[in-house]
């Protein structure tokens, strides 16, 4: 096999949210970089394929436009509220908000069609120069760069600056930081297709069961708008092995023993086979940053504990990660001193949320208090705006720490 040697200031080793949206906002800059990935397109990722307004936000900071050429990619569905079901099943549905009326605050967007759109737009740019179908099994450190070896492909890859953003694929990471969490701090999550589902309106509200066998997290159902929907449930790794059930079977005994579940499955089939994936949620700040590299999105633990989404912030770490690149090309400095301002940065602008949400998946292991909130929400029109309220401000969303908060539900005030 012929080698093959590359050199790039910049790499970026995952084309998923956070590596496409790094290479994006480098490409506009007018810095060139070299975009590396196992698959030869985007293919089918384990998610549950929901964009929050922070997705759309980031979008249109990138370019205003691709918030609209969502609406053609072909399973983008509009969303516009979330219905959250208590463990005793009373349910409150809250409203998505949105800064621009022309726009959907929310969408259901198979993560496939999110992929390849964001690549369509990288590869726009001739600055990115993409590497399908190449497999890296070894990073090694030069003298102020790394080495990216394939043994499939033969290439060798010398850059000044890795950007990984692998998701949950812990080989090259471990290599650079051996103290990188265990995967008993991870979630896991099922996702499986089905059709012919019943319950659905033209809201295409997203749905949260926070069920007992899952907490804190929970089972979701997200509509595509022609009653098929992404199906699934997350829930700890730790309590994922102790359960004598495989996931699927996990999934399969929820939708029938909840007659309220059981009745919209009756007549749905299973589209394709289901699929699993860790899920690598925040936990606490960690080490994120070295010589010439940082971690980006899923690598970088930048899920949301309490609601499991990670494309927003794995869009933002992105951007965050092309910023700062853009600064230390100048000094031509990537030594881990330097690269530690993108792991401050990114605690700086996720970390509150980040540390809140960690709160929250606490609060959500006792259903009494999942039962109260709901149940009240779902009874009272203030109490439900106290929640839409919670959701987007982080002030509000706070109060959730405080004794008085809880006593004002129990109050209706």
Known sequence: ????????????????????????????????????????????????????GKVLSTLSRIDPAYCNELNFLPSATPSYSVRFYSPKQHMAE????????????????????????????????????????????????????????????????????????????????????????????????????????????RRNAIEIHFLKELLPWYFWIFPFGDNSANVGLALPMPLAKKSPMSLKELLMKIIDQYPYLKERFEEAKM??????????????????????????????????????EGISNAMQSGQIAAEMALQWLDSGDFSHHVTLGYEQKVYEKLGPELELSKRLQELARQPKLLNLVIGKASKNQRVRKLVEEMLYNMNTKGKLNQPMFYLKLMLGI
């Open 1 to 52: 096999m012929t080698q093959r040697n590359f050199h790039s200031d910049i790499t970026i080793l995952g084309a998923g949210p956070a590596g496409l949206t790094a290479a994006i906002n480098l490409a506009k800059n007018g810095i060139p970089c070299l975009l590396i990935d196992g698959s030869k397109t985007p293919g089918e990722k384990i998610c549950g394929d929901g964009l929050s």
């Open 94 to 201: 809250i409203g998505f908000q949105s800064g621009n009326p022309a726009i959907p605050p929310g969408y259901v967007c198979k993560r496939r069609d999110l992929d390849q759109f964001l690549l369509k737009m990288a590869l726009s740019y001739p600055s990115v120069q993409y590497l399908p179908k190449t497999i890296i099994d070894q990073v090694s450190s030069g003298e102020k760069f790394l080495i990216l070896s394939s043994k499939e492909t033969g290439f060798n890859i010398q850059t000044k600056l890795l950007l990984l953003a692998t998701g949950s694929d812990r080989r090259i990471i471990q290599s650079l930081i051996p103290g990188y969490p265990a995967i008993s701090q991870e979630g896991i999550g099922i996702r499986v297709y089905f059709e012919n589902l019943k319950g659905f309106d």
């Open 271 to 308: 589209i394709g086979k289901p699929g699993a994936h860790r899920l690598p949620y925040y936990t606490g700040k960690q080490q994120i940053s070295g010589d010439n590299f940082i971690l980006l999105g899923d690598a970088a633990h930048l899920v949301d504990p309490f609601t499991g």
